[in-house]
């Protein structure tokens, strides 16, 4: 019997979702739960759409549930209310906030024996993990990690509020000599200026102060006053054919000692190039989904992050299979 | 408490863990088992010396074994043998054997309560992680394995063993252009011969015939003749000032498809650049002895391999220090 997928919320997530499950044979969707209309709502490969409000109603056909919502105001209040009835996934990513939503979701979890994997994808998730196994192994280092090139949602939203912006495009790009110089084991010390630019692509509306506009984003606390950014005025056709896509990626790199005088130096480095940021993030939950389901079967239950989940779970295959053809 | 740790085994990769546990607070070293007369052992750090034979005598004092003899005839026995009376770690490297080593080993530690975590390491080991990882994670896929560059014990020693030749190093080396292909995605076929190339450094006996033993490394099946393959004749100085070191590591590249028209591809990619094989060999063997006790303390027991053990075991951290930092 195949694994049965519900996803709650149908924006990029949700539709990278519904594409992800056609990869995997062991899984369906069930449907797809909205708070938009679902009569209205149009769907990538005609999966069913009910309204969330109804999704208590369908616990007995889901085996788990991939939250789609956004980490600002949706997953906070979703997660914990949908792991009463359902094993969950969510990619929530305010990594100041993880050990608050982590409480929240574990408490309902474990009194409702379901299990919810929180905080999947590639940061927090992939690269967290890489972080992890590196610094177990390679206990005297220090590890980087840069994001990029790679489109950043937030900081293209923090330009279109600008007044006279019509839309932009923000790309973050790791310094290439801060990469060098951290991949030739020299553990630099590294400025927030010293390891990322920021490169944006700027539609002025018509009789914009465009030096004006060039300020203020150079100038934005937090988001690009320490960078050192550069701002290009294009057209509207231009930023729709030249920058469309949500590509991302990154590198996780640590640089660990070992020996009885620490004579020897050890690089890991783990490196993503994604062409959609959403289709792997939600290629992450799917597997997640996976290991969700064989946990719950397996009698566990509560919060769980990708910390807490062996990689055997992920996987199809079966353990003496991975063993003979994996390992 | 520590977590005590004892070692049996006294080569490269027992004092590469002898190294290993100074990195590790929460560790210390118990003692090392050696088949050699421990009067007459002498130890980097001072450690104690024991006769293998004695070993069974000190389970009380040791939390885990970890395992440090060789594949081919050590780890098959040692490991089930020492499975009866201690948490073990092996980095058993034989990959097409580790079904029945796994069996044999799971069999001793399931009936004794104890936990056996096998073929730990870099490949198997990280490597296999991230073949799998990848492969979860992008399921719509091909992935690479490359090694090096980096010396080759087996085929150093496949050398030695012909006439004539008094000492030799072989490196092992990916090719720069399937390396390349692999990462700009094309997903090549690759055959043997394309994906690596082999380098040999080789002292001669006086008067030695140097085209004959050229001639025999690069025709010697399973281990040359399927590569292109260069020897270089050089003096017993040179090959011991330029080619002392061990050191190896590679590459676990996969290219993935995603989309609803695999219209997106995304490349994941790990690699490891290590200045000593067996001391970062020894460092994995480490943080998973630390991940056996732990399963161990919960009352786990069976034979494990890296894709059963979730990653918070291999950190001396908290759950909530790692989802608070690492995550």
Not at 106 to 125: E, F, L, M, Q, R
Not at 157 to 183: F, H
Not at 188 to 214: N, Q, W, Y
Request: contains cysteine; aromatic residues 8%.
């Amino acid at each position: 019997m195949k694994i049965r997928i519900g996803i709650a919320g149908y924006g990029n997530l949700g539709r990278g979702v519904e594409c992800a499950i056609l990869k995997n044979d062991d899984m369906e969707l069930y449907g797809i739960f909205s708070r938009r209309n679902p009569a209205e709502l149009k769907t990538l490969t005609g999966a069913k759409v009910f309204h969330i409000d109804e999704i208590s109603k369908h616990k007995d056909g889901i085996d788990v549930l991939i939250l789609c919502g956004g980490s600002a105001t949706d997953l906070p209040v979703q997660t914990p209310a949908l792991a009463k009835d359902f094993n969950v996934i969510d990619s929530f990513d305010t990594h100041a906030s993880i050990p608050q939503h982590f409480a929240n979701v574990d408490a309902v979890a474990k009194a409702a024996g379901t299990v919810a994997i929180i905080s999947v994808g590639w940061d927090p998730g992939m690269f967290s993990l890489n972080r992890l196994y590196a610094e177990a192994l390679l206990p005297d280092g220090k590890d980087y990690t840069f994001w990029g090139k790679g489109v950043s949602q937030g900081h293209s939203d923090a330009i279109r509020r600008i007044e006279g912006v019509k839309d932009a495009r923000q790309y973050t790009i790791p310094v290439p000599a801060a990469l060098a110089a951290v991949r030739n084991g020299q553990n630099p010390e590294l400025s927030t200026r010293e390891k990322h630019t920021r490169e944006c692509f700027v539609v002025a509306e018509a009789g914009a102060d465009m030096a004006k506009i060039e300020n203020e984003i150079k100038t934005m606390p937090n988001y690009f006053a320490d960078y050192d950014t550069t701002v290009h005025f294009i057209t509207e056709e231009e930023l729709k054919r030249e920058h469309n896509g949500i590509p991302h990626g990154g590198f996780v790199i640590r640089c660990g000692k070992t020996g009885l005088h620490d004579e020897h130096t050890h690089i890991i480095e783990y490196s993503l190039k994604l062409d959609s940021n959403p289709e792997f993030t939600s290629s992450a939950l799917v597997a997640y989904a996976r290991a969700a389901h064989k946990m719950s079967r397996e009698g566990q239950s509560g919060c769980k992050t990708v910390f807490d989940v062996a990689p055997a779970y992920l996987s199809p295959k079966a353990p003496e299979e991975l063993r003979g053809r994996l390992l």
